[in-house]
């Protein structure tokens, strides 16, 4: 990963909120955001999960539909996946869980 993660949370919360303002809908804000990433240099499984994450928690505090966006991110957390964002993290993990708390304490139940 090439941005650490709160810089990579920073500039993915500037883009949704960006096309978020130019009345994307849910289902356009996710693939527009994506693009600006995935074609980049580095961009690993890391990026993507955690993308989808802040995305997750950005939709939740704008009153978007996230349910879809969740049900991914389930899908995208393979064991393997865990491990390489664990590995890759290092110690910024820790920010990672207490993300992924936020999602559980709206109700979602992510695993």
Do not use: W
Request: glycine share 6%; charged share 25%.
């Amino acid at each position: 990963m090439i941005f650490g993660y709160d810089e990579l949370k920073e500039c993915v919360l500037e883009d949704f909120n960006r096309f978020y303002q130019m009345g994307f809908s849910d289902k356009q804000i996710l693939p527009a955001v994506l693009n600006e990433y995935a074609y980049g240099e580095g961009f690993c499984q890391t990026e993507h999960s955690c993308i989808y994450l802040f995305l997750v928690l950005n939709y939740m505090d704008t009153g978007l539909d996230y349910r879809e966006l969740v049900k991914t991110l389930q899908r995208l957390m393979t064991d393997d996946v865990k491990n390489e964002i664990k590995a890759e993290l290092g110690t910024e993990y820790a920010k990672y869980i207490a993300d992924l708390a936020v999602i559980n304490q709206k109700g979602t139940n992510f695993r």
